[in-house]
């Protein structure tokens, strides 16, 4: 299944990177849900959805990699 990363909404346009680091333009009308920088976006049969379990598992993993990066030795 094809997952994407929201980067930026530029107005009626939500810029995605794919998983090969390639950036894609979708249209803001074909994705279901809140979209929001950072969000995961699933391919469906009709555009795009906000998928909010992988979302939550992508930034659990993202705060567990900067869990002690700034604090005091």
């Known amino acids: 299944m094809e ?3 929201i980067d930026r909404v ?3 346009i939500v ?3 794919k998983d090969d ?4 333009n ?3 009308s074909i994705i279901e849900g809140n979209v929001k920088e950072g969000k995961v976006l699933t391919k469906t049969l009709n ?3 906000v998928d ?3 979302t939550k598992s992508r930034e659990e993993y993202i705060n567990g990699l ?4 700034w604090e005091d030795e």
Request: hydrophobic residues 40%; glycine residues 12%.
């Open 47 to 49: 555009g795009f959805k």
């Open 3 to 5: 997952k994407l990363i």
């Open 26 to 28: 979708i249209d803001i």
């Open 21 to 24: 680091g390639d950036m894609v």
């Open 52 to 54: 909010e379990e992988s």
């Open 10 to 12: 530029e107005r009626n």
């Open 15 to 17: 810029v995605c990177e």
């Open 66 to 69: 900067m869990e002690g990066m």
